[in-house]
């Protein structure tokens, strides 16, 4: 019983002592690049009505190929999924060259997932609605080893997926 007590001593006084050590003054503030990222990623659009902003964002996810994984309507947040091919030319190429020279089997990307989150939120003012997504990928090569996982920040998925969403919203608003 005594180690016991002794334990949780020793386990309290550890975690009080690491808990001091505070936060960096920079750590909640920024980068430039977030907020380039940020500003990429969202769009506002003159509605209140966050459910027809998510069907419609579900229409539009729908005719870009992805199927709906989760959506919870009622907290304006959507996750849609597509299977791709990864394969390059450059990179098989080059495994063709290193087998060549005797460097063996080099792994090549085969396939990858490309996932996009969605959140939907008022807008500060009340009377817009704010949408945010999120493109990612995981990459599994030909060892079916995840050979990475990364953010898309290619500017044309995103200003193509908001382009297709305003006439989506315009036509739903509209009626037609």
Known sequence: MNKRI????SLTATLFIVGCGGIP??????????IEERQIQSRY????NEE??????AAV????G?????????????????????????????????????????????????RVALIVTPGLDGKKTHVRAKFQRKVWNNR?????????NDLDIYQEFFSKLSKAVFLEANNL
């Not at 659009?45 to 209140?48: A, N």
């Open 6 to 9: 002794l334990l949780y001593i």
């Open 25 to 34: 003054k920079d750590a909640l503030i920024l980068s430039a690049d977030t």
């Open 45 to 48: 659009y003159d509605t209140k």
């Open 52 to 57: 027809a902003i998510i069907s419609a964002s």
């Open 61 to 64: 996810l729908q005719d870009l």
């Open 66 to 114: 992805f199927t709906l994984d989760r959506s919870e309507t009622r907290l304006g947040f959507l996750v849609a999924s597509k299977d791709r091919d990864a394969r390059d030319t450059g990179q098989i190429a080059a495994a063709v060259f290193v087998a060549l020279l005797g460097g063996g089997n080099m792994p090549i990307d085969k396939r990858q997932k490309i």
């Open 144 to 152: 079916e080893q995840v050979s990475r996982v990364e953010t898309l």
